[in-house]
């Protein structure tokens, strides 16, 4: 474990190139975030070390236009990622006050309806709001994920230069379950609300 610092001049990239000199089978990068620190977590995975790390971007295929942004050759990219891994947290509905109601399916958010189809009513859950709450409902956090797996088409996609939305129906269609649907789900089973999977996903 390295802890930068700007004055010794011990920067994050010098820090990892240090790391890489010890041979280590694992790398955890806390952020990659510039372009030096990018290539040498790029090349550092090219020779043979596990290298896992964060990058900040709205969703899975959005990573890979950030690391084109940051200089890292296509070709590179599509070779040495394996996985990309998007999150966001929602509150939790409170177990104590957690209530449920039918509501017909028109007054629901646009986006949502495709996810509950032939149905002209949904039972949402929601929290009463109690002591146990201080009264907001909520309780305690859950995230809400998806998970990009490196195939052959998304490596064609990104070696062509096609954007995020390209890659993230080619990673769709491979059998990604995204954010928003896995956010879905976890309302239709009472563990948070439409609301918040609204406010975190960004949906218009």
């Known amino acids: 474990q390295i802890q930068t610092n700007q004055i010794t001049g011990l920067t994050f990239a010098k820090g990892l190139r240090s790391l890489v000199r010890q041979d280590p089978d694992i790398i955890l990068v806390g952020e990659i975030r510039d372009e030096e620190t990018a290539?040498?977590?790029?090349?550092?995975?090219?020779?043979?070390?596990l290298v896992l790390s964060s990058l900040h971007t709205n969703d899975?295929?959005?990573?890979?236009?950030r690391f084109m942004d940051l200089n890292i050759e296509p070709f590179l990219i599509a070779s040495t990622i394996n996985?990309?891994?998007?999150?966001?947290?929602?509150?939790?509905i409170c177990t104590?006050?957690?209530a449920s109601k039918t509501v017909p399916i028109d007054q629901i958010h646009e986006d949502f309806k495709q996810y509950y189809?032939?149905?002209?009513?949904?039972?949402?859950?929601?929290?009463?709001?109690?002591e146990m709450c201080h009264q907001s409902g909520y309780q305690g956090r859950v995230g809400i994920f998806e998970v990009l797996v490196?195939?052959?088409?998304?490596?064609?996609?990104?070696?062509?230069?096609?954007?995020?939305?390209?890659?993230?129906?080619?990673a769709i269609?491979?059998?990604?379950?995204?954010m928003l649907e896995d956010g879905v789900e976890k309302v239709k089973t009472g563990v948070t609300t439409l609301e918040e999977v609204v406010r975190v996903t960004k949906t218009k």
Do not use: F, W
């Open 83 to 92: 996985i990309i891994v998007a999150q966001r947290l929602v509150r939790k």
């Open 39 to 49: 290539s040498i977590a790029i090349n550092s995975a090219m020779t043979g070390h």
């Open 60 to 65: 899975a295929a959005t990573a890979i236009p």
């Open 173 to 178: 269609k491979s059998g990604m379950t995204t």
């Open 150 to 170: 490196m195939n052959d088409g998304i490596r064609e996609a990104i070696i062509k230069k096609e954007d995020s939305d390209i890659i993230q129906k080619e």
């Open 96 to 98: 104590n006050c957690k």
């Open 117 to 130: 189809s032939n149905k002209k009513e949904i039972r949402l859950y929601h929290g009463e709001g109690c």
